[in-house]
């Protein structure tokens, strides 16, 4: 039931471009990213919440594809900053009134100088 | 001020002991969580409170007891505890039933059992 993340870990060379995909097998009201540096608590980075909408921040976007249950998370040129583990956290639809909200696999991004 | 903030931030306790980890949002949600990330890093939901009401309890062994005096507090007790428990325990909240709103994370509780 966990939303499946791909890939499980990418290294990267400074400017260098990342896709991460998420993809669930259950129907979704939203679609949240988030971003973990080691030893510390995850940090938001945006959501979606409509079908086809696309976010930016900076020079980190995703979209959502509602029908196909998938969302992307793209970073254009990449900083050391950006290392970290990227998480997809959903939110299903609720079948009586309540959300469940879990998060993706989890993908390793590794940005090296 | 910490918006969410969890207590203690390290424990280190043997096989069999009984232990609690606090909760304190000060954000005025009225849903918060527990969630448990182990050694793959993968974040688990265990609980989810809305206005002191439960509304999620995953399939977590019943030696896990989550208490929530009022909406600002969700404390979790684990008794008995196994070597499996170790983990990063990491509470959370937001301001409606998981729908369009950010999840705010506490900062963790390192939990080591030996």
């Known amino acids: 039931q966990q939303p499946v993340q791909s890939p499980q870990a990418v290294i990267l060379r400074e400017g260098e471009d990342a896709v991460i995909n998420c993809s669930s097998s259950?129907?979704?009201?939203?679609v949240h990213w988030y971003r973990q540096k080691h030893g510390e608590a995850p940090v938001f980075l945006m959501i979606?919440?409509?079908?086809?909408e696309q976010k930016g921040h900076e020079k980190i976007s995703a979209s959502f594809n509602e029908k196909k249950q998938q969302s992307s998370l793209y970073l254009t040129a990449s900083q050391l900053s950006y290392s970290g583990t990227y998480f997809c956290?959903?939110?299903?639809?609720?079948?009586?009134?309540?959300?469940?909200?879990?998060f993706g696999t989890g993908t390793r991004l590794k940005v090296l100088a | 001020d910490t918006a969410v903030s969890q207590t203690p931030k390290y424990l280190v306790t043997q096989m069999g002991n009984d232990k609690s980890i606090k909760c304190e949002q000060n954000?005025?949600?009225?849903?918060m969580y527990w969630y448990k990330q182990d050694s793959k890093k993968f974040l688990k939901i265990m609980f989810s409170?809305?206005?002191?009401?439960?509304?999620i309890n995953e399939t977590v062994p019943n030696r896990f007891s989550p208490k929530s005096p009022d909406k600002a507090h969700l404390n979790l007790h684990i008794n008995s505890l196994e070597l499996g428990d170790s983990a990063v325990y990491f509470c959370?909240?937001?301001?409606?039933?998981?729908?369009?709103?950010?999840?705010?994370f506490g900062e963790g509780s390192w939990l080591t059992v030996v």
């Open positions: 959370a909240s937001s301001s409606e039933r998981v729908g369009g709103n950010t999840i705010y």
């Open positions: 956290g959903t939110a299903l639809r609720p079948t009586s009134g309540t959300y469940k909200y879990i």
């Open positions: 979606l919440l409509k079908g086809g």
């Open positions: 409170y809305n206005n002191k009401e439960l509304i």
């Open positions: 259950k129907a979704l009201y939203s």
């Open positions: 954000l005025g949600h009225d849903t």
